[in-house]
């Protein structure tokens, strides 16, 4: 849930992290890992597997990663100006 993958040719893969407001946090190389590796570090970052693609995804999950990432400070729902900054649409976010 909340993961997508896009292949890129001639590109060497990794994992793209991004805030609610579609901000890159953190980009993680995954040329050297597995598959179950890969599986394993998505798990855990607090990712949830559906059974099946239609099953539904339980509420603590929706906003997945559901925890903080460890390597990262918790992030800031304000700017420096005191404001929450606007909500974007899903299709507003560029391709990576």
């Known amino acids: 849930h909340n993961l997508e993958m896009k292949h890129l040719p001639g590109a060497d893969p990794e994992l793209v992290l991004l805030s609610h407001q579609y901000e890159e946090l953190e980009r993680i190389p995954l040329s050297d890992m597995t598959r179950?590796?890969?599986n394993q570090l998505v798990q855990e970052l607090g990712f949830y597997r559906?059974?099946?693609p239609d099953a539904p995804v339980p509420e603590e999950?929706?906003?997945a990663p559901a925890r903080p990432l460890p390597t990262l400070p918790p992030c800031q729902a304000s700017n420096t100006d005191g404001k929450t900054p606007p909500k974007r649409d899903e299709?507003?976010?560029p391709d990576l």
């Open 36 to 38: 179950e590796e890969i």
């Open 50 to 52: 559906k059974e099946t």
């Open 91 to 93: 299709g507003e976010h």
């Open 61 to 63: 999950f929706q906003f």
